[in-house]
């Protein structure tokens, strides 16, 4: 038997991804567990937390040898559910746990006691001295208030302008208090009257939050049936319990719409959290979500990691969206993670959605999860009529995009002073540029991607590295003059075409290059609702969560898109996408229209969509999935290799590949190859993907695997279980 651990001797984890678990000494009244230190690591000090010893193992340092720890952190200690999260999240996707704990751990400054910042704001005094520069800054800076980085970012000038406006007096220091308490959400405020089925799942979510165990359900609604309301009932009760709710969404964008619906419910806003916030919000955020203060948080799937003390009820929004997985740092997908929070917090949890993933209805058909459905629209509105138009049969004049019968539907719903909707999911004005005369096309130097132009800013972005290059005037290739030649449409190029059509109609593109900030959206939100806009042209950020009651003509410019790539779940998503769209339209009480543009209307998700016939087409994909052994009835994971140096990255690959388990029942290994997406950043790409049969330890497995494995340490190898991204 190990001899017991002295009481004087603490575990700590640490937010440091590079660090295990370290020992150190506790003063003599103790640390509790779960508690936030500051300890000593060579000169350097850091914010760890006190963690169970026996769930953390760690390299035994002598008593002698131990170094004290500094003190506790004025904040709340981090719940033993959170703790227990972060191991579940470690094991399961394969990373340390301190990179777990990052992620809860994410506002350093919000873990220091001073309770106020300085931030930022223009004064009104000019400067003595006026710069082009100081001028600039001062005129885009209005009235925004902030730290001198964020001043500097916002306004894009360095900090050193900023510094030298303050000093100058035209910039003004205002000190904010960080712990100032969210208003409390009132669960009487304006209570709805709920339509019988609405009310029935609602009771449902409501019996569930107030019997304290874990209870998943979907909340399984069309298109407007109004699950909103419903899920809001649940955080009611969460409310009246005096407990936290967490409601997710999957872009910020979409928070705007949900703050409206939240406020004219519960008369407040909720507290929010997503990348947009400023560092003085974000430590507020933090804080009240920590101390129970924020009863209820909406936010982006990193809100996941908040160290709620008190949580009662977990929504997943949009459940089936994929940029719920995260692709970079830890790639977990928040809607597991919320489950397994739920899971262990021993509360319920809803995942809403009007386009289940297939994944989660097998969960349903397993039993595991309850399913409220809502099959019809709120107020007797009526679901959309969906048409295809065959673009080999119907085709749109040379160089343009709209086939006539598209055109013609704008015209009268423009005369009716209605308002449309088209979509195509593509950025910028042309996916690829070509040389006329040699035939090059424009390639992104960093990455296996074309460049794409943006007519609007005259430049040429990469949309993976983000690289910005000015449009030449000649072929960097040949030296051709004015050989360039877009292919293709973006948004910007329909939009182009859709002034000419209609030169008198208001047109709002909505895409992530305008619209990037809940500030932006509430924008689009009021002149939407204000009837300032005949016509949206959207990517997939137009396709879900708003509710314009005048739009009543949906226009899919190109249906065949999404299903190109051909992805495992390339017809999943094409059908969630079009769904998502088609019910923007008639919402309100004017009935809604949907064109299909296509080259394939018989393919079957376009065939299912134009027939209305969602448990077909989920039926058919399922059988598909679990002919294959796909996920969810077989696993995957991918092993990604990558660096500076092709050769390299090759040959680790390839001693992956040579390494890997034999003769296990079910397990198949494709790869290594170059990945789809071969050159990223600046860096070569290489995968393996791991088929397994459903219930293998993959995780064991792999982990057992890449220790045989020795990795240059120019060579990263991350590893992605259950992966989204093929390329
Ligand atoms: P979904 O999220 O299912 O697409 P929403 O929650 O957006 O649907 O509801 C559609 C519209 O109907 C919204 O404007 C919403 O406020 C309204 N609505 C839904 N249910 C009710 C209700 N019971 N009482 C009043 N308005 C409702
Ligand atoms: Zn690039």
Not at 71 to 92: C, D, F, H, K, N
Not at 335 to 353: K, S, W, Y
Not at 376 to 404: C, F, H, K, N
Not at 463 to 479: K, N, R, S, T, Y
Request: contains cysteine; hydrophobic residues 45%; glycine residues 8%.
């Amino acid at each position: 038997m190990p001899a017991p651990r002295p009481a004087s001797r603490l575990r700590v984890l640490t937010r440091n991804a590079a660090l295990g678990p370290l020992d150190y000494r506790a003063p003599a009244e103790g640390v509790p567990v779960g508690s936030v230190v500051r300890v000593p690591l060579g000169p350097r000090e850091l914010h760890g937390v006190v963690w169970e010893a026996e769930s953390l193992p760690a390299g035994e340092v002598a008593d002698a040898k131990l170094r004290a720890i500094l003190g506790p952190a004025p904040v709340p200690p981090i719940p033993a559910s959170v703790r227990r999260l972060v191991e579940w999240v470690a094991a399961y996707y394969l990373v340390p746990p301190a990179a777990v704990l990052r992620m809860v751990l994410s506002v350093p400054a919000a873990l220091d006691g001073a309770r106020t910042v300085t931030e930022y704001r223009v004064s009104g005094q000019l400067p003595e001295r006026m710069t082009e520069k100081r001028e600039a800054a001062l005129s885009t800076l209005g009235h925004a208030q902030g730290l001198v980085r964020e001043l500097a970012e916002w306004s894009g000038v360095s900090d050193a302008v900023i510094r030298g406006l303050i000093s100058a007096g035209a910039i003004e220091p205002v000190t904010v208090s960080v712990d100032r308490t969210p208003p409390l959400p009132d669960p009487a405020f304006d209570p709805p009257t709920l339509e019988p089925e609405q009310a029935a799942a609602a009771a449902a979510l409501v019996e569930a939050v107030h019997a304290h165990d874990f209870a998943p359900f979907l909340l399984d609604g069309v298109t407007g049936s109004g699950k909103t309301e419903t899920y809001l009932e649940a955080v009611a009760a969460a409310l009246e319990e005096g407990g936290q709710a967490l409601v997710l969404l999957p872009e910020i964008a979409l928070t705007e719409p949900f703050l409206r619906r939240f406020e004219a419910r519960f008369g407040c806003k909720p507290v929010q959290w997503h990348s947009d916030l400023r560092a003085s919000e974000r430590r507020t955020a933090w804080r009240a979500a920590a101390s129970g203060a924020a009863k209820v948080v909406v936010g982006a799937r990193s809100a996941l990691f908040l160290p709620y003390p008190d949580l009662r009820l977990i929504v997943v929004d949009e459940a089936h969206e994929t940029s719920f997985k995260q692709e970079d740092g830890v790639p977990y997908h928040a809607r597991d993670v919320a489950v397994m929070r739920a899971q262990i917090e021993a509360i319920p949890i809803v995942l809403a959605t009007a386009t289940p993933a297939i994944e989660t209805l097998a969960q349903v058909t397993r039993g595991r999860y309850r399913h409220l459905e809502l099959p019809s629209r709120y107020g007797g509105a009526q679901m959309p009529g969906i048409e295809a138009i065959d673009l080999r049969v119907t085709q749109p004049e040379a160089g343009r995009w709209l086939a006539p019968p598209l055109v013609e539907a704008m015209k009268t719903t423009l005369a009716r002073g209605e308002q449309s909707l088209l979509f195509l999911n593509r950025r910028g004005y042309a996916p690829l540029t070509l040389c006329r005369h040699c035939g090059t096309r424009i390639e992104c130097p960093n990455c296996t991607a074309w460049m794409v132009e943006h007519r609007l800013v005259k430049r040429l972005q990469c949309h993976h590295c983000g690289l910005v290059e000015a449009v030449p005037d000649a072929c960097p290739e040949c030296g051709e003059e004015h050989s360039l030649v877009a292919c293709g449409p973006g948004v910007e190029r329909i939009a182009e075409e859709v002034s000419a059509l209609f030169p008198d109609a208001n047109v709002a593109l909505v895409t992530s290059d305008t619209i990037h900030s809940p500030a932006q959206a509430k924008a689009l939100v009021d002149s939407a609702l204000a009837r300032e806009i005949d016509i949206f042209i959207g990517t997939q950020l137009i396709t879900k969560g708003y509710h314009f009651p005048e739009l009543t003509l949906v226009g899919v410019v190109d249906a065949d898109l999404a299903l190109k790539g051909g992805d495992l779940r390339a017809g999943e998503r094409s059908f969630q996408q079009i769904s998502q769209v088609a019910g923007r339209a008639g919402r309100g009480e004017k009935p809604g229209h949907v064109y299909i543009q296509t080259h394939q209307p018989e393919a079957p998700v376009l065939a299912a969509l134009v027939a209305g016939d969602a448990p077909g087409f989920y039926a058919a994909e399922t059988k598909a999935r679990r002919a294959a052994a796909m996920p969810p009835f077989g696993r995957l994971a991918a092993i990604i290799v990558s660096g500076p140096d092709e050769a390299q990255v090759a040959a680790t690959a390839r001693a992956i590949g040579r390494a890997a388990p034999t003769g296990i029942d079910g397990l198949t290994i494709l790869g290594p190859a170059p990945a789809p997406l071969s050159l990223l950043r600046g860096r070569f790409r290489h995968r393996l993907l791991v088929h397994a049969a459903r219930r293998a330890d993959v995780q064991g497995l792999i982990a057992d695997w890449l220790t045989r494995v020795e990795v240059n340490r120019n060579v990263r190898v991350t590893v992605d279980i259950d992966p989204y991204s093929f390329v």
